[in-house]
């Protein structure tokens, strides 16, 4: 990877749904950057807003959500503000998509390969005969054994590990500049997990693809992307290096979701945990959204609410890197964090604010 021009661009991407007793503001303010080949990584629990970035960069959301501010550029070009006809034709050609369940992506009425047949022609100038070799090429390329007998099979004759396959094979099926991964190994089965996130890696770096995997799980994270950002209530809570995310977590939701992990080397009797639950969109605090659940809150955090801001190598929403609000509750924080286990090694350094200039929006400088 170089540090090129990003091929996907959000910039202060705002999606509502109204409703009868008001607006409900699903995804508020989030910015981030893909660049050609690497894969960004976007974690969060249920409810942060991970599926709904993705399904509004790929142009599926449901009615009544909209996209009410902001905007996304794939090569430079805005695709958020196009009509439906021209961003189905972006779709498929320019932005593949792999979904949760690939049983529910695969029509059941007909084989996969009439399937791939019809995603090629649709988007290349190609015959039928020269459609169908692509496609025997592109199940093959994707790990399915007799790739010439099994293209004339149904979605129900595929296990779900080679039914998730054929959706990787769809998605790729006319080399997009951009593939949204929603959950695609969370049906699977571990080994088949394995076998997946490999060959996501392989066929995105050989076709030079920028990748969004959305997913729950740090343990995919951690083998498959370049970067990585946390969701909270909507918003970015972080955004960094996956190593330093990891190792080095700098927001304290963060640091509960790392704690929150069974570690393979260190014996513990109790895993740390995160109180309380996401707030609902109708009842999102003011301030920083995290504040209630957060061991180190200040009482700014129940006014202002943080933007991203540089905490070593990654970006986060916390007042704890603003200099001027940690220097003022530095020894606090300091004991609150400790006392819970969600201290870092880095605490003192970033109270005192230390934290050194990062670029974690934007691929080409975080790595």
Not at 20 to 36: K, M, Q, Y
Request: proline share 7%.
């Amino acid at each position: 990877m170089n540090d090129a021009r990003p091929l996907l661009e959000v910039r202060n991407l705002r999606v509502e749904f109204p409703t009868r007793r008001g607006v409900l503001t699903a995804i508020d303010d989030v910015s981030f950057d893909i660049a050609p080949g690497e894969v960004l990584g976007v974690v969060g629990e249920s409810g942060a807003g991970k599926s709904l970035t993705g399904a509004a960069i790929i142009g599926l959301l449901e009615p009544p959500g909209r996209v009410a501010g902001g905007e996304i550029r794939l090569s430079g070009r805005r695709i958020d503000n196009l009509p439906a006809e021209a961003m189905r034709r972006i779709r498929g050609k320019e932005i593949g998509a792999i979904f949760q369940d690939p049983l529910t992506s695969l029509n059941p009425l007909y084989t996969v390969g009439q399937q791939l047949v019809e995603t090629i022609r649709t988007h290349l100038p190609l015959s039928p005969a020269q459609a169908r070799s692509r496609a025997i090429d592109l199940l093959k390329s994707t790990g399915i054994p007799a790739a010439e007998a099994r293209i004339d099979h149904y979605p129900h004759q595929f296990s779900g590990g080679m039914r998730q396959r054929v959706v990787i094979a769809l998605a790729l099926a006319v080399d997009p500049k951009l593939v949204v991964a929603d959950e695609p190994t969370t049906a699977l089965d571990v080994s088949i997990q394995a076998q997946i996130i490999s060959l996501l890696k392989k066929l995105c770096r050989e076709h030079g693809t920028a990748v969004m995997l959305v997913t729950h799980d740090m343990g995919v994270i951690a083998e498959t992307a370049d970067r990585v950002a946390v969701m909270y209530a909507g918003r970015i809570a972080e955004i960094g290096p996956v190593s330093d995310v990891i190792h080095q977590p700098k927001h304290p939701y963060t640091v509960g979701l790392m704690g929150s992990i069974p570690s393979i080397v260190e014996t513990r009797e109790r895993l740390a945990q995160i109180d309380g639950a996401m707030p609902r969109l109708n009842a999102i605090p003011p301030g920083c959204a995290f504040n209630p659940r957060c061991p180190r809150v200040m009482p700014v955090c129940r006014e202002r609410r943080p933007e991203l801001m540089p905490a070593g190598t990654s970006l986060a929403a916390c007042w704890l890197h603003q200099p001027h609000e940690a220097a003022a509750t530095a020894a606090g924080t300091i004991a609150a964090g400790s006392a819970t286990g969600l201290s870092t090694g880095h605490a003192a350094d970033e109270a005192a604010g230390k934290a050194a200039g990062g670029a974690g929006i934007h691929g080409g400088a975080a790595r």
